[in-house]
Structure formats: structure tokens, C-alpha cells
């Protein structure tokens, strides 16, 4: 267990959530445009590359994390 700055904690918790809400966003997608079938609600459009994209960001943080407060 290393010492850490607080205020190196706190951007490295800070771009964790940014990226984690960013693909929270992703996720949601948006509604699509096809006409509705009888009483059928409105269905999600997420797409793929955005997925991976936000992922791979998450991913990013997690590992500068890792790097930067040790891998316990």
C-alpha cells in the first residue's frame, strides 16, 4: 500500500466516474425512429462501436489506476 495525494486520489476518481458515466450514457441509447406495431413501445438504438469505444475508455482509467496506486 503506497501514500497518495489527495488530490491525485481525487482525479483519478474523477476520470474514473466521468468515463463510467459516460458509457452509462452509451448504454441508454436513444429511441429509435421505426413506426410501432400495436401497443409495442419505442426500441433502443445502441450502437456497437460506441459501446466499445466507452469500454475501452473505462478500461483505460482502471489501468492508470492500477499503475499509479499499485496493484495490491
Same mark, same amino acid.
Given at each position: 500500500?503506497?501514500?497518495?495525494?489527495?488530490?491525485?486520489?481525487?482525479?483519478?476518481?474523477?476520470?474514473?466516474?466521468?468515463?463510467?458515466?459516460?458509457?452509462?450514457?452509451?448504454?441508454?441509447?436513444?429511441?429509435? %425512429?421505426?413506426? =410501432?406495431? &400495436?401497443? @409495442?413501445?419505442?426500441?433502443?438504438?445502441?450502437?456497437?462501436?460506441?459501446?466499445?469505444?466507452?469500454?475501452?475508455?473505462? %478500461?483505460?482509467? =482502471?489501468? &492508470?489506476? @492500477?499503475?499509479?496506486?499499485?496493484?495490491?
Amino acid at each position: 500500500m503506497g501514500n497518495h495525494s489527495k488530490s491525485e486520489v481525487a482525479r483519478l476518481i474523477g476520470r474514473l466516474q466521468e468515463r463510467h458515466n459516460k458509457l452509462v450514457e452509451v448504454m441508454k441509447g436513444r429511441e429509435s %425512429a421505426a413506426p =410501432l406495431d &400495436e401497443g @409495442r413501445t419505442p426500441d433502443l438504438y445502441v450502437s456497437a462501436e460506441d459501446i466499445r469505444f466507452a469500454v475501452d475508455d473505462l %478500461a483505460t482509467a =482502471l489501468k &492508470e489506476i @492500477r499503475s499509479r496506486m499499485g496493484k495490491g
